[in-house]
């Protein structure tokens, strides 16, 4: 058995000694082996949509960074494991997975596509807010990155990729308005006190949300001028469509006979064409109020409801 046990142990040895890369003592890197680095690209680095508090609090943000390889042979970036920061408070944070390929000496574009949200931090939504009257946003992306070269996987330490400011790049855009003409109705409070009830769709294509509000809004029917009325403040977010109600009071006696005439015949079941006209404002909390262009209006048929 002992000569057994000898005999296995010296063709280990043997096969130890056959085995690749054996007869390497030690390797050494002939130069130093440099981490993909990061430079930010302004022009693809801003704030893509911004709902205000009470219309979402939340903030989507894209920054664009140059990634280059400084290293004498090719590297393929494989992960980056980042935080966010708007000024100096961590916001987020994330993982990119990525097979981003590149060649020695050259670079390659990547974007961050960031989304969080702000509500409870009053002072951090005042400055983002500020990007939207031109005073820049600070940010940072802090994290660690994983790439490999033809022979080697690496993982660097946590460090600063990308800091800078950015402003936002859209303009508030104007709701597309409609009348919801199956919600709207006309109907007597009690027995003597006619309402209008005009029920409006607003669409917001734009990448800002904001409050939809109006002043003295004039109510027509049938072509007569019937009443006035505000609009409350509405809360309209980026790239979604909120429900207005607007209820309108007319005063009977006010009336011209031929207004008297489409009030009853719309209060009688008959469709009625209603339209409302007036100046709408968008307001962006905390930035500025804009002016909803005069060419709004809003037009449709309305009767009592008869079920």
Known sequence: MARLGLIALLAALLLAACAPGTDIESAEPLSTILPPSFILVPGLTSIERFDP??????LEMVIGAQVANANAFPVRLTQID???????????RGVVDTELFLEADAASVLTFDIATDLRGDTDLLRKVVGAFADVPLAFRIDGTLDFSSLSYGFTTRRR?????AMLARQTVTAPSLRLDEQASEVYLLGTDVPVVRAVVTADNPG???YFL???DL???LGGELLALE???PVPVPAGAASRIDILFYPQVEGLSAAGRLAL???LQGIPTQLEIGGELFMDVLGVDTFSVPDSWDVVGFVDADQR
Do not use: C, H, W
């Open 207 to 209: 990448d800002i949300g």
């Open 160 to 164: 600063v990729l990308l800091e800078g």
């Open 82 to 92: 980042y935080r966010i920061f708007l000024e100096n408070r961590q916001v987020g």
């Open 218 to 220: 004039e109510l027509s």
């Open 230 to 232: 505000d609009m409350l």
């Open 53 to 58: 508090p009470g219309t979402g609090g939340g």
């Open 264 to 266: 009853e015949a719309a």
């Open 213 to 215: 509000y109006g002043k």
